[in-house]
């Protein structure tokens, strides 16, 4: 079983990694190393904030500082390794975020769990959505192999972000709400409508990761 904390770490490295990682961070951070030490230090600072005050225990500032470090050398090998083609594959992306999650895992595991302001169910549902808003979205871009720019679709992020909210408070509203999402994307899809296509994919996967981890 997940410990609760779990999430805690995951929303801390989504909001980092995802929510305040800029294009510009995002395209630089692998070329310039005052990018990516920016990138990380931004890293240290959303686990820092969002762990108050139990982060200004010692032992889990030194867990966190441990964390952001792993996080660094990951990036690195990335970043030293840049003009390789593997390294700039899908399955790359997998294996970059896989290292990420089991860092995360492994500290939430030892993680001296104190004071928190934030609520661990908040925390969940939190990171659940802005894990369907950003990494499944970024995902399916990864896997289509498209030679376009990625772009940020803030409409498709606030409909998978949405998804953990609702069936937080309502399974109903939950199911209701995403058979409404998927049968109206399906429709558009059918209008020939590019970047509906594009979204329903990570919209069903969005419903099904959602179903599977919000039990209440």
Do not use: C
């Not at 410990?3 to 801390?12: D, K, P, T």
């Not at 390794?81 to 899908?90: A, E, I």
């Not at 209701?176 to 069903?204: M, Q, W």
């Amino acid at each position: 079983m997940i410990n609760n904390i779990f999430f805690l770490f995951l929303l801390s490295h989504l909001i980092g990694d995802y929510v305040f990682q800029t294009s510009y961070i995002a395209k630089y951070k692998v070329s310039k190393l005052s990018v990516l030490l920016l990138h990380i230090f931004i890293i240290f600072i959303s686990m820092f904030l969002l762990f108050l005050p139990s982060s200004l225990n010692l032992y889990n500032l030194l867990l966190l500082v441990i964390l952001t470090f792993v996080h660094l050398l990951i990036d690195i090998l990335k970043y030293k390794n840049r003009d390789k083609k593997m390294f700039n594959t899908s399955e790359y992306y997998v294996l970059d975020q896989f290292m990420h999650f089991s860092s995360l895992m492994i500290v939430s595991l030892i993680y001296n769990q104190t004071e928190f302001f934030i609520n661990f169910d908040l925390a969940k549902v939190i990171s659940l959505g802005l894990f369907n808003a950003y990494f499944i979205g970024l995902l399916f871009y990864m896997f289509k192999g498209s030679k376009k720019a990625y772009k940020r679709d803030y409409l498709g992020y606030l409909l998978r972000f949405s998804l953990p909210i609702i069936k937080y408070y309502s399974n109903t509203f939950f199911l209701i709400f995403s058979l409404i999402f998927v049968l109206t994307t399906i429709y558009l899809a059918k209008k020939n409508e590019e970047s509906i296509k594009i979204e329903l994919g990570p919209l069903a996967m969005s419903v099904i990761i959602t179903y599977l981890s919000i039990w209440r």
